[in-house]
């Protein structure tokens, strides 16, 4: 069992995630926005983030290079999700910290094991 | 003769002066009126494309014709990597891009090489449509569909004439360089070549104005309003050239001009017709009337097409000065195209363009823009003299400016109902207000700067200034 | 009143009408703002009740929920869900009556409704959604929406036999465009046989190259020995046909016919070898490749050079992949 955030602004692929983690027994919190997630992230550090790229306020990079930037939360594994399929977006995530990358649409089944693998990396 | 019979005759002149300013103004706007209601009609019939049509050109990636994008590029070094990596990762199964190289004196070049680790290819040039000398041409080792063609520096016509030379595709897509395309704009642009069969020669889209807008990396990131004034006029402007004049001559097979921003053509009939004039500095709109031309003088079945979509992201200039430049040169670039092929002006033998697009043109550009400046004097001058009914004055404010704010807002009611591209209910008030203020003032300021575009044609005037603009996203 | 009079007064009422629909518009805009926060909870609730009633759990189930919203919510979890899950929200779906009003929509007289309506059905993909969509593309009065439901059908892969996808879009009449080449890869894999048949009656030398480009499409070996038949045909564009639908089939049965085009009289032909070379991947054609660099035809020349390239890093190309991914 796991402390999971997901940082997207899309109420129902956020609920349909969060209904199959809590299903699998992890603990899960949703930022609607990249700030929010930031705050939330300081607050109390979650296990895994599960970060949107497309976000209003603070866009899913940017989160991504404050997360990496702060020592205390540099080392939490980040998934990107991205509507987009441009090279370059999952080259620049990779090298700026993300752990796994996913492009929309995905099925959420995948999501679940590439977290399940990055979790079991991490314990 | 005697000082009675001079001033009957005076007054006549006046009167009758008066009666023409009032009838080319209220057929412009019954014109415009005209167009809004097809518009209307054109969006609320429209089937957008599908998503299941999308998933069969992705399934079946080899049926959309490739695309050659021709991007010139003048002293553009601080922003050229950008854009070129924008323009790669554009949404297609299969587009080139070939950036020409128009003789920039910084070091666009170079930093060309440099960022795409371009070499020497030494490529044939298919067609050669430019006037002066290529220097060379370079291909990327590492985007095979990257290249870069350097030669003298001449005008934009002529470096896009030299790109069409090096494309190899069947479609050609002409950008400026600061155009900034909607990531999946090509491929919606494209499109009516999967539903043609063989009669469409060109496709337009529609343009709308990037000042107030957050741009990133070459590619539009969130869509906003500029704070000043005058760029948030043009986008009323744009919308209503492009939601109304547009959809509506493009649904009567009447589409004159396909903005240089960004136009997609058959790149046979672009060489047939031997791509841009270099004389006019109305290059796109002279380009579509001589395809028309050509094509009906053969007697060829034939189709121009327009995408209501937003397609491109363009600057518009933030400064009266760059304003009247650009207007002045758009005013020329008609009146050259229309003393060109003015044999084509009622001529029945060119159909619909002859008998009726043209006289439009005649009546948009030449006849408007005078007659309206006149009738603001003219008109109550004539009632302040008693010469005639100061209902007529009043009469000629209403369909001049009231008319004006109708369309205009007319206009963004259309856009808001089919579209539905303006950020916030916020927003959408600002440009409806700037849609009813534009007609006090901005309207009458773009005539001005028109009726310099005049005394350039006759003088024949050929030396432009570049336009000044305000960097994007730096606003 | 004079006639000036009555413009005044005309141009009044339209511009104060025209700026009370836009006033309309902006309210409309405004009160949707208002309600975005309230409407993305709804959402998740709907969602939610819905994982919620496919997994078997107690579930909410609120009136104030629009079918509309129902709906679109439906639309996102749907393409999420696999097996027995998505049988059970189809069921569901069924039982809450918005399979119902999909179906009443696309028997709306507007054409847009009706394709809106074409769209939820493609989505759903159930037995009684493809059901009517056959339906619309057989008897819809209108071209625009027939062709509609063609595609819908097609990325479903349910539409009907090639004979009848060509009658009921009336492609006969009327030369090929792109669209009809896709529907007809489309039914390839389904309807190789009577693909087969529709080439031995008589049909028009476009539309018959048009079928055996689609042929490559099958995915099925067994076509090969009739591409080889018609690799000899007189006509250029059925043996351009021949080897784009040999280059698509991706088997090495076809070298010898491609190879074999390569000295092709006609240039358009030359152009398809060589390109089904690159993709084949045809070492043994470097050979003749390298002599045809001096070919007479501009237009060959230049594929020549691609084929070539594409050839010698063909066996890179794998390892830049991993690189990226």
């Known amino acids: 069992m796991a402390n999971i955030l997901i940082a997207d602004d899309d109420p129902i692929l956020v609920e349909i995630l ?28 979650p296990d895994l983030v599960v970060l949107d790229s497309m976000m209003p306020i603070l866009s899913g990079p940017e989160v991504l290079t404050a997360l990496k930037d702060d020592p205390k939360t540099s080392r939490i594994p980040i998934v990107m999700l991205s509507a987009r399929k441009g090279e370059d977006d999952v080259v620049a995530a990779i090298k700026s910290g993300a752990s796994e990358y996913l492009t929309k649409p995905f099925i959420p089944q995948e999501l679940l094991v590439r977290i399940e693998m990055l979790l079991g990396q991490t314990v | ?237 744009y919308l209503r050239a492009f939601l109304m004049a547009r959809v509506a001559h493009a649904h009567t097979n009447t589409l004159m001009l396909i903005s240089g921003a960004f136009g997609l053509f058959r790149r046979s009939t672009l060489i047939e017709v031997g791509g841009y004039r270099h004389d006019t500095v109305g290059e796109d709109l002279e380009l579509v009337v001589r395809l028309h031309r050509h094509m009906r003088e053969q007697n060829r079945d034939y189709q121009i097409a327009f995408v209501p979509d937003i397609v491109c992201w363009t600057e ?50 030449i006849l408007g823009p005078p007659a309206e400046l006149a009738g603001y004097l003219v008109l109550p001058a004539a009632a302040l003299l008693g010469l005639l009914s100061p209902w007529m004055a009043l009469a000629f404010f209403f369909v001049s400016v009231v008319f004006g704010c109708a369309l205009s807002v007319g206009t963004l009611a259309l856009e808001e109902k089919q579209l539905r591209r303006t950020p916030s209910a916020r927003d959408l008030t600002k440009l409806g207000i700037a849609a009813v203020v534009e007609n006090f003032g901005y309207r009458q300021i773009n005539l001005w700067y028109r009726l310099g575009g005049i005394k350039r044609f006759f003088r024949n005037d050929t030396t432009w200034a570049a336009v000044p603009r305000v960097g994007l996203g730096n606003e | 009143m004079n006639v000036y009079q009555n413009v005044i007064i005309g141009t009044a009422v339209l511009a104060t009408s025209i700026m009370l629909v836009f006033m309309l518009l902006v309210f409309r805009r405004y009160l949707s703002e208002r309600a975005d926060a309230k409407r993305d909870q709804i959402d998740r609730a ?67 409704e009706r394709v809106t309506a074409i769209r939820h059905l493609q989505r759903i993909r159930s037995e009684v959604c493809i059901g009517r969509l056959r339906e619309l593309l057989a008897r819809d009065p209108s071209p625009r929406v027939q062709l509609e439901a063609a595609f819908a059908l097609a990325a479903s892969e349910s539409l009907p036999p090639p004979r009848e996808t060509m009658r009921i879009l009336g492609m006969l009449d009327r030369p090929p465009k792109r669209i009809d080449v896709a529907l007809l890869r489309a039914t390839a894999p389904h309807y190789r046989e009577q693909m087969v048949l529709l080439l031995e009656g008589d049909l028009s030398r476009q539309w018959r190259a048009k079928i055996i480009d689609s042929l490559g499409w099958s995915g099925d070996m067994r076509v090969l020995p009739f591409l080889e038949r018609s690799a000899n045909d007189l006509d250029p564009e059925i043996r351009c046909a021949v080897l784009r639908a040999s280059a698509k089939l991706n088997h090495p049965g076809a070298a010898e016919l491609v190879l074999r085009a390569l000295k092709d009289r006609e240039d358009a032909v030359r152009i398809q070898a060589v390109n089904a070379c690159a993709t084949l991947g045809l070492k043994e054609a470097t050979g003749t490749l390298l002599q045809m660099r001096h070919d007479e035809q501009l237009w060959v020349r230049l594929r020549v050079d691609q084929a070539l390239r594409k050839l010698s890093t063909r066996s890179q190309e794998p390892a830049q992949l991993r690189a990226v991914g």
């Not at chain 2, 009247?324 to 033998?349: K, S, V, Y």
């Not at chain 3, 069924?94 to 054409?111: A, C, F, K, P, T």
């Open chain 2, 316 to 365: 518009a200039p933030a400064e009266l000065g760059g304003l009247d430049n650009q207007r002045g040169r758009w005013q020329q670039g008609a009146m050259e195209t229309l003393q060109r092929h003015r044999r084509m002006i009622f001529n029945p033998r060119y159909g619909r363009i002859g008998m009726l697009a043209m006289p439009q043109i005649v009546l948009e550009d």
């Open chain 2, 1 to 237: 003769m005697n000082i009675e019979t001079l001033k009957i005759v005076a007054a006549d002149i006046i009167l009758w002066i008066a009666f023409a300013c009032f009838l080319v103004v209220a057929l412009r706007n019954s014109i415009s009126l005209l167009q809004l209601a097809i518009a209307g009609w054109v969006f609320s019939t429209r089937i957008e494309p599908s998503e299941s049509a999308r998933e069969l050109w992705r399934r079946y990636a080899d049926l959309a014709l490739p695309v050659s994008v021709i991007a010139p590029a003048f002293n553009e070094e601080l922003s050229i990597v950008q854009s070129v990596k924008a323009l790669l990762a554009l949404e297609h199964p299969d587009h080139e891009i070939i950036v020409v190289n128009d003789g920039s004196a910084d070091s666009t070049l170079d930093v060309l090489i440099e960022a795409f680790d371009m070499e020497p290819a030494d490529l044939p040039q298919l067609a050669e449509l430019q006037k002066t000398r290529i220097l060379g041409t370079y291909s990327s080792r590492r985007f095979a569909n990257l290249l870069v063609v350097d030669k003298e520096n001449g005008r934009k016509a002529d470096a896009v004439n030299a790109g069409i030379g090096f494309a190899r595709t069947p479609l050609i897509c002409i950008i400026d360089a600061d155009s900034i395309i909607e990531t999946d704009g090509l491929l919606r642009a494209s499109e009516p070549f999967m539903f043609d069969d063989g009669k469409l020669v060109a496709v337009g889209g529609a343009v709308r104005i990037a000042n107030g807008c957050t741009i990133k990396g070459g590619a539009l990131q969130k869509i906003g309003i500029s704070k000043g004034m005058l760029p948030r006029f043009q986008v009323v402007e």
């Open chain 1, 18 to 45: 969060q209904f199959r983690l809590e299903g699998a027994g992890h603990n899960v919190r949703v930022a609607g926005d990249g700030q929010e997630a930031l705050n939330m992230i300081k607050a109390r550090a």
């Open chain 3, 46 to 112: 709907i969602t939610k009740s819905y994982l919620r009633r496919v997994a078997g759990y107690p579930y909410d189930n609120a009136k104030s929920w629009t079918k509309a919203r129902r709906l679109s919510a439906i639309m996102r979890i749907l393409p999420l869900l696999r097996g027995g899950e998505r049988e059970r929200l189809l069921q569901i779906v069924e039982l809450d009556g918005v399979m119902g009003s999909i179906l009443r929509r696309s028997h709306s007289l507007r054409e847009a």
